[in-house]
T-cell receptor
Framework: DTGVSQDPRHKITKRGQNVTFRCDPI?????LYWYRQTLGQGPEFLTY????????KSRLLSDRFSAERPKGSFSTLEIQRTEQGDSAMYLC???????????????FGQGTRLTVV | QKEVEQNSGPLSVPEGAIASLNCTYS??????FFWYRQYSGKSPELIMF????GDKEDGRFTAQLNKASQYVSLLIRDSQPSDSATYLC????????FGAGTTVTVRA
């Protein structure tokens, strides 16, 4: 296991279509994060899992967005009825969390670049 | 006020010089601080983390943390053209909160 893996790397979709992205974290990491990044900005937090539990969703995550991590391993992020404003880099990161308040460093995958036309 | 603010760039330095990057954060209770490097079109790459006040050195990089002033910095010594990238400051409780980044260009 060499790191966080995301698939696909690039996705072009027509407005109104649904898309799904996958993230495979570092195998021993129990925490998984999704971020979105647009040009010239830092990554913006979308949602966070500890094992299979989704513990927080950002206000940025509208009802069209849903994320799952069914077995506490890989995660999927689905965007329904895509809009041009959804065009961005979608980043996944993972870390090893211990007791509340402790956590290891977070490492990012290569990202999925979404273009909505 | 944004949670994490970085000094505006871009920052241009000659090869061999020191690049100095600054970051302030709003949550006084923050405990973990990170610097990521991001090349154009690529994902962020962790280069430094610091948890305690003071300096932490790793090769040509030095991170400095002052929790009383809510200030984190990154020094890049002997800057190389390969250091040209955007540097992201991040503060972590259970999630990372990022600044907008500072773009550094090292002139050969």
């Amino acid at each position: 296991d060499t790191g966080v893996s995301q698939d696909p790397r690039h996705k072009i979709t027509k407005r109104g279509q649904n898309v799904t992205f996958r993230c495979d974290p570092i195998s021993e990491h129990n925490r998984l994060y999704w971020y979105r990044q647009t040009l010239g900005q830092g990554p913006e937090f979308l949602t966070y899992f500890q094992n299979e539990a989704q513990l927080e969703k950002s206000r940025l995550l509208s009802d069209r967005f849903s994320a799952e991590r069914p077995k506490g391993s890989f995660s999927t992020l689905e965007i329904q009825r895509t809009e041009q404003g959804d065009s961005a880099m979608y980043l996944c990161a993972s870390s090893l969390g211990g007791i509340i308040g402790t956590d290891s460093e977070a490492f990012f995958g290569q990202g999925t670049r979404l273009t909505v036309v | 006020q944004k949670e994490v603010e970085q000094n505006s760039g871009p920052l241009s330095v000659p090869e061999g010089a020191i690049a100095s990057l600054n970051c302030t954060y709003s949550d006084r209770g923050s405990q973990s601080f990170f610097w990521y490097r991001q090349y154009s079109g690529k994902s962020p790459e962790l280069i430094m983390f610091i948890y305690s006040n003071g300096d932490k050195e790793d090769g040509r990089f030095t991170a400095q943390l002052n929790k009383a002033s809510q200030y984190v910095s990154l020094l890049i010594r002997d800057s190389q053209p390969s250091d040209s990238a955007t540097y992201l400051c991040a503060v972590k409780d259970y999630k990372l909160s990022f600044g907008a980044g500072t773009t550094v260009t090292v002139r050969a």
